[in-house]
């Protein structure tokens, strides 16, 4: 059996490597920060936002109801605060879905 590296997880992300990561600007994240309650990133001293895994999963769960699902900012918010538990699990699915399809786009290119 070849040898797999572990994924590294970071205990923390910062404000930065989340907007890369989402392809948006700060100025949203921050908007977004403010506007749910779930997003509740770490500030250090100087002010600078550090987010953690969870939410990094949050953000997933609020631009696929935005983007993806066309909600507007209240009917978003009004979503996870009846289905929250609904919605992380469906994230859950959606992300092992993405990794299974980029698994097996890996396996058709070295065909």
Partial sequence: MPYKERDITKMYYTMGEVSVMFDVNQSLLRFYEKEFDILQPKK?????????P?????????????NDKGYTLQGAKDHL??????SKDNQSVINALENLKSFLLEVRDQL
């Fill in 44 to 52: 250090n001293k100087k002010g600078n936002r550090y987010f953690t």
């Fill in 54 to 66: 969870e939410d990094i999963e949050n953000l997933k769960i609020i631009f696929h109801l935005i």
């Fill in 81 to 86: 605060k009846q289905n929250l538990n609904e």
